[in-house]
């Protein structure tokens, strides 16, 4: 299977703040990459798919980058709604597999 | 609007079976893949199982292979997750994810809100 590592594991940032989440998979997905963020109780929700493509209605200051086995999410500008949970995700095999993800907290 | 909703989970003994449910609406059911994953408490998230439209492509992760199995009946508008032989390893949030493909090739853009399945004796 492949393996996706994610840092940092813990991320303590100001509102305003430029943020920057590594992903790296174990082999090449190609730019078969998803990022999701969940907040405490509720479903995972998708902001970028295919490495760097916005999905619809998510704003503007995330973004996506890498293909092969590097890849960053990036906050241009944090806001207090993107106070969460951040994951990343293969889906270049069946067998989907998860970053272990990075909470980006309140500094 | 699209809408998952799972059904189906509880606290069971070590050892016993469950049979984990996901209506769906606001889609055509039948043109997309659909997935099963599970979050233990505290912990991130971990794909457990997934399927094509027609239920011709099945996949499962190791850890639940020969245990679990996964089906989906399009008259119903249903997805469902069999689950044998529990463990306590087993214990998590279990959330019925849609495909954005109809072969299970993409990425998840919706999401039930899970079923919480305890096991322990």
């Known amino acids: 299977d492949i393996q996706m590592t994610q840092s940092p594991s813990t991320l303590s940032a100001s509102v305003g703040d430029r943020v920057t989440i590594t992903c790296r998979a174990s082999q090449s997905i190609s730019s078969w990459l998803a990022w999701y963020q969940q907040k405490p109780g509720k479903a995972p929700k998708v902001l970028i798919y295919k490495a760097s493509s916005l999905e619809s209605g998510v704003p503007s200051r995330f973004s996506g980058s890498g293909s092969g086995t590097e890849f960053t999410l990036t906050i241009s500008s944090l806001q207090p709604d993107d106070f969460a949970t951040y994951y990343c995700q293969q889906y270049n095999s069946f067998s989907r597999t998860f970053g272990q993800g990075t909470k980006v907290e309140i500094k | 609007e699209v809408q998952l909703v799972e059904s189906g989970g509880g606290l069971v003994q070590p050892g016993r079976s469950l049979r984990l449910s996901c209506a769906a609406s606001?889609?055509?059911?039948?043109?997309?893949?659909m997935h099963w994953v599970r979050q233990a408490p505290g912990k991130g998230l971990e794909w457990v199982s997934g399927?094509?439209?027609?239920?011709?492509?099945?996949g499962y992760a190791d850890s639940v292979k020969g245990r679990f199995t996964i089906s989906r009946d399009n008259a119903k508008i249903s997805l469902y997750l069999q689950m044998n032989s529990l463990r306590a390893e087993d214990t998590a949030l279990y959330y019925c994810?849609?495909?954005?493909?109809?072969?299970?090739?993409?990425?998840?853009?919706?999401w039930g809100q899970g079923t919480l399945v305890t096991v322990s004796s």
């Open positions: 606001g889609f055509t059911f039948d043109d997309y893949a």
């Open positions: 994810a849609k495909d954005i493909t109809s072969s299970p090739g993409g990425y998840f853009d919706y």
């Open positions: 399927i094509s439209w027609n239920s011709g492509s099945i």
